[in-house]
Nanobody, 126 residues
Framework: QLQLVESGGGLVQPRGSLRLSCAASGFTWDYFAIGWFRQAPGKGREGVSCISSRGGSTNYADSVKGRFTISRDSAKNTVYLQMNSLKPEDTAVYYC???????????????????WGQGTQVTVSS
């Protein structure tokens, strides 16, 4: 059974850092693109970052460029989201998701994603 499990969320002060992990099981990991999405209270879900199936390309929302870095470790079936210089507006539930891509690039369109984790809360507050 295909499963995605997020971890690493928590409470952090502004300008702090967190690293989120997305562990996958139950499918051939290397063929899937992985994305991170987030949903703040009262708002819709927003694409944050994604990484292609082989890790050769990445994509970031403008709001996180230069602060967040996505990476994948195929040996551990895990994708990471390193979040630096966190701001209060980064507060949200963060979800990882997977889809089987057609091309070499990944996209930040949640409609493309077939499999979702349960989410992990990130709160940025002093």
């Amino acid at each position: 059974q295909l499963q995605l499990v997020e971890s690493g969320g928590g409470l952090v002060q502004p300008r702090g850092s967190l690293r989120l992990s997305c562990a996958a099981s139950g499918f051939t990991w290397d063929y899937f693109a992985i994305g991170w999405f987030r949903q703040a209270p009262g708002k819709g879900r927003e694409g944050v970052s994604c990484i292609s199936s082989r890790g050769g390309s990445t994509n970031y929302a403008d709001s996180v460029k230069g602060r967040f870095t996505i990476s994948r470790d195929s040996a551990k079936n895990t994708v990471y989201l390193q979040m630096n210089s966190l701001k209060p507006e980064d507060t949200a539930v963060y979800y990882c998701a997977a889809y089987y891509p057609v091309g070499a690039m990944c996209v930040l369109d949640e409609a493309e994603y077939d499999y979702w984790g349960q989410g992990t809360q990130v709160t940025v507050s002093s």
